[in-house]
């Protein structure tokens, strides 16, 4: 990272943690911050569900809620784009103070509760950086007082599909009342019949991506993935932040309320990832999320089974140089490890 990078995100450390974040989109919508390409390590190259992705790495959902710094998170180099979460209407998420930095523990807690502008305003701004450059895609999720969550899925692939290529229900968010209805697994499983079908119907068929949390029990995450898989869902995001608090945690913030991310996430994310790979043996992409603050995280991540690597937290400690250092990191364990592309490492663990 420059010297100029290292100060400015030093200097944002000192504001309240959503302020900080706010001036950090600001500059990023000004131009300001590294200015990279997506498509600079050849060796990272890779098609995955019909998509060209020219890196594995990207910023993770979350960070850009609104749509409004796409140009800019495609400058820190990603390979691809998510935005959102976004609900139908707009809501202005819980009461603040709701992010908090854990800065001993390289870690964040947030209840955001889903603040965001709703889709139709995210909406013009998908359609208008839309180029073809990069996978762009949208996370979504139900307003918190909605009484029919499946139908706000439902608007939302009806208003997304014809301008995003991919789309990621988020069926896993600590943070908001309709944020886990569908961890009941018969509710996923109409939910993504229902889905499925506003899909089909609708002129762009984007890609569907499913997102979960870590806090599941063994039993329960199978059952989930039997639904997903058995409803053909494209790729599954693992994982969103857990409302567990590791004892090692330093942090007074530590006892805040809400989905805990970075460093501490790393090895319970990692784990799923682990399990999940095991027992889709291959059938479905993963994209790996959850404490990667460095290469050799992001590293161990496609080793344990992703073909995706998703960072956020990271961000916060490490500025805005994080995803290049990353590609830069990942492609060079791979020379050392004798590959000469990176779907050779792709859950590389579980044949070793
Ligand atoms: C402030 C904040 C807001 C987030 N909002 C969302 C969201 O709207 N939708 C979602 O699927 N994940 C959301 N996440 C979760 C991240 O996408 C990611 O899964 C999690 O932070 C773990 O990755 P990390 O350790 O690299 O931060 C949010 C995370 C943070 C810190």
Redesign the pocket.
Known sequence: MSTLHQISSAALRLLPAETGHGIALRALAAGLGPHQRADDFPVLAQDICGLHFANPVAV???FD?NAAVIAGARRLGSGFVEI??VTPRAQTGNPKPR?FRLTPDRA?I?R?G?NNEGSDAVLARVQAARDGSTPLGV?L?ANSDSTDPAQDFVALVETFAPAADFL?I?VS?PNSANGQVFLDPRALEDLLARLSATREASSGTPVMFA?LAPDLADDHLTELLEVMLAAEIDAITL???TTARPESLQSANAAERG?L??AP?FEM?TEMLRKVYAQTQGRVPLIG????MNGADAYTKIRAGASLV?????LVYEGPGLIQTIKHDIAERLTRDGFIHLSQAIGLEHRS
Do not use: E, H, R
């Open positions: 993770s959902a979350g809620k959102g979460g992010l964040a947030n955001m889903f996370n999720a990621t988020d968010c997102k994982c969103n932040t989905g991310s970075g996430l994310a999320v959850g404490g990667i998703q960072l956020y937290t990271g």
